[in-house]
């Protein structure tokens, strides 16, 4: 149980343009989903928090206008980066949690980014 | 300082041998504690809650140190497949998780 799949797990695209990646909790319901970003060799950082029905929280510094977020359904949040920047390429990852449930998140498989 | 801070590492170990990781977390109202074990370039995969009172499964022990705030896990009979970089979590402001840098252990045969 507990699976979280995203879409895609690598994208590469030109500088300018936008990608969508897609996170979908598979066997539950998560109120909550969260997107993640990693640098190599670094920690996860939080991007910001996505309740489903509701706006996204997101965290100091990232920019709500070009990391678009929409969680429409309990099993289904996407994250749009938009006007893609080299300095975007990262690893993105996005976790859900289950409805009711602790702290615990589960974790999508992530998805590679490259802008060229 | 870092909300959660660990060792990066690596620590080089041979198979069978016992590791230890320590982790010292700054927010003294966090209550839910967390290692994820993350292989390279995949996400972090929930190893095992910490519990107050110190929790176990198979190899892996896990402690919890309120007082000063410190975290451990403990590895017994290493093996190969446990080769990964280790992540102590946190609950944080908001009851958001704190990602720690991790800690790097590489077991050779």
């Known amino acids: 149980g507990a699976v979280v799949s995203q879409h895609p797990s690598r994208v590469i695209c030109k500088s300018g343009t936008s990608v969508k990646i897609e996170c979908r909790s598979l066997?539950?319901?998560?109120?909550?989903m969260f997107w993640y970003r990693q640098f190599p060799k670094q920690s996860l950082m939080l991007m910001a928090t996505?309740?489903?029905?509701?706006?996204?929280?997101?965290e100091q510094g990232v920019e709500k206008d070009k990391f678009l977020i929409n969680h429409a359904s309990l099993t289904l949040s996407t994250l749009t980066v938009t006007s893609a920047h080299p300095e975007d390429s990262s690893f993105y990852i996005c976790?859900?949690?289950?409805?009711?449930?602790?702290?615990?998140?589960?974790f999508g498989p992530g998805t590679r980014l490259t802008v060229t | 300082r870092k909300e959660v801070e660990q060792d990066p590492g690596p620590f080089n170990v041979p198979e069978g041998a016992t590791v230890a990781f320590n982790c010292t977390y700054s927010?003294?109202?966090?209550?839910?504690f967390f290692w994820y074990r993350q292989d390279c370039r995949k996400e972090p995969k929930l190893l095992m809650s910490?519990?107050?009172s110190g929790n176990e499964d198979g190899r892996f022990t896990a402690q919890l140190n309120r007082a000063s705030q410190y975290i451990s896990l403990l590895i017994r009979d290493s093996k190969l497949s446990d080769s990964a970089t280790y992540l102590c979590v946190v609950n944080g402001y908001g009851n958001k998780l704190v990602f720690g840098a991790g800690t790097i252990l590489r077991v050779k045969s």
């Open positions: 927010n003294s109202a966090s209550q839910s």
């Open positions: 976790s859900a949690r289950d409805r009711g449930a602790s702290l615990e998140q589960y």
């Open positions: 066997d539950f319901q998560a109120t909550t």
């Open positions: 996505s309740n489903e029905g509701s706006k996204a929280t997101y």
């Open positions: 910490v519990y107050s």
